[in-house]
């Protein structure tokens, strides 16, 4: 697994990032800031960002600024803040070249039951962050982790992002944090995505970004061992998940709050 720096309080380890790669400039700006946040409230970080959306809903959606141009970003992030990096694959041919720039490959959740992905990036001996499906129970997520540990692979989390409610929602069941770490691997809550709208008519993804907190605030409570949120500076111009990001000026205070609840508890 890999080592997440600055810990001596037991926190809860932070996911951020913006949903895709938009430019060199506004991804270390936004690595830049959190880093200097977390560093503070002594929270472990890992920078997210995806180097290409290959699941959109229209054919016009932004993608990418290109696959490598955008994993050269985020090497350089991992270089200039000395955090570890994670970003999603979509084929088992990208986890190869995918892992030469970053820490930890992340394998999305539709595509939480493809053996031959899921072996891909287990053998690229890099931490295998699996989400789990709309479609799954937590329980069935021991599958997927056992594909990555029989290619041997032991370095996997487990992601709940929600499970489908309906054509055009997705609701959390808490339940399933403490079910999936049964397993012996830590979960994290992905807080932006579970509150996506999906399907909606005009093929833009809906979300409810007005409930970032009670969901960060519940998962903290119920012991997720880390949390994933999607930020960007200006969420109404992002290129990808805007409706439901949370505006990076939002983070600080958001997280303060969560340190109080993760103390809390324990």
């Known amino acids: 697994m890999i080592e997440l720096k600055n810990n001596p309080a037991g926190n809860f380890f932070l996911l951020a990032g913006p949903c895709v790669i938009e430019g060199e400039e506004m991804a270390m700006r936004i690595a830049e800031r959190i880093t200097a946040i977390t560093e503070r409230l002594q929270i472990p970080y890992v920078f997210k960002g995806s180097y290409r959306k290959a699941n959109r809903s229209r054919p ?20 200039t803040f000395g955090v570890p990096t994670v970003t999603d694959i ?4 990208e986890a190869a070249m995918a892992a030469e720039y970053v820490d930890i ?3 999305p959740a539709f595509l939480c039951r493809q053996t031959d992905l899921l072996v891909a990036a287990a053998r690229t001996g890099k931490t295998v962050n699996i989400k789990k499906g709309q479609f799954l129970s937590p329980l069935a997520m021991r599958f ?29 069941d808490y339940r399933g944090i403490p079910e999936m770490q049964t397993f012996g691997f830590p979960v994290i809550l992905d807080v932006t995505h579970s509150l996506q709208q ?30 994933f949120i999607e930020t960007h ?28 609840i993760r103390e809390a508890v324990r």
């Open 233 to 260: 500076e200006n969420p109404a111009v992002a290129k990808s998940d805007g409706a439901n990001m949370l505006k990076l000026d939002l983070l600080e205070d958001l997280l303060t709050k969560l340190v109080r």
């Open 90 to 93: 979509h084929a088992a041919d």
């Open 144 to 172: 997927a982790a056992d594909k990555v540990v029989e290619a041997g692979n032991k370095n996997v989390m487990l992601t709940e992002r929600g499970t489908t409610f309906g054509y055009q929602d997705l609701v959390i």
């Open 198 to 227: 999906p399907n909606q008519t005009s093929g833009v993804t809906g979300g409810m970004p007005q409930l970032i907190e009670t969901v960060a605030k519940a998962g903290i409570a119920v012991g997720a061992d880390g949390l």
């Open 105 to 107: 490959l992340q394998i």
């Open 60 to 79: 016009d959606s932004f993608m990418g600024i290109g696959d490598e141009k955008a994993l050269k970003i985020l090497k350089k992030i991992h270089e």
